[in-house]
């Protein structure tokens, strides 16, 4: 049996969010992304394995994050999702920039990997 655990998809958000503060996103999405995975951001875009990994490496890094509200959801044995809001600060952004995420992972091999992230926006 592989049953995921929450602490275990939350330390993956949390890895996978320092390695956007350390500007090697592509590096480290290159290494936990299912080879179909998909993003979808906030803005509307969606995004392939490649176009993640292509676009991350060097891009501005994050200053700060927060992770709040994560919620668990067992999928199957090898499947689960995490859903949390997230808010991170930028240099170059005026506001922080504020999201509900949702992350789909399946363990392969013995290893998390990313399947699908999503976004939505948050408005206050």
Same mark, same amino acid.
């Given at each position: 049996?592989n ?6 998809l939350l330390?993956?958000?949390?890895a996978?969010w320092q390695?956007?503060c350390?500007?090697?996103?592509g590096?480290?999405?290159g ?6 995975a998909v993003?979808? !951001?906030v803005?509307?875009t %969606?995004?392939?394995r490649?176009? +993640?990994?292509?676009?991350l490496d $060097?891009a501005p890094s994050?200053?700060t ?5 994560a919620q668990?959801?067992?999928?199957s044995?090898d499947?689960a999702a995490?859903?949390y809001?997230?808010t991170?600060?930028r240099?170059? !952004?005026?506001?922080p920039? %504020?999201?509900?995420m949702?992350? +789909?992972?399946?363990?392969i091999? $013995?290893?998390?990997?990313?399947a ?8 206050d």
């Amino acid at each position: 049996m592989n049953n995921f655990t929450a602490k275990e998809l939350l330390e993956a958000e949390h890895a996978g969010w320092q390695s956007l503060c350390e500007s090697r996103g592509g590096t480290f999405y290159g290494r936990i992304l299912t080879d179909d995975a998909v993003f979808v !951001l906030v803005n509307g875009t %969606t995004m392939s394995r490649e176009q +993640v990994v292509d676009s991350l490496d $060097g891009a501005p890094s994050w200053d700060t994050y927060r992770i709040e509200d994560a919620q668990f959801i067992h999928l199957s044995d090898d499947a689960a999702a995490l859903t949390y809001r997230a808010t991170a600060t930028r240099s170059d !952004l005026a506001e922080p920039f %504020t999201a509900l995420m949702s992350s +789909v992972y399946r363990r392969i091999e $013995g290893t998390p990997r990313l399947a699908l992230y999503q976004q939505t926006a948050v408005t206050d």
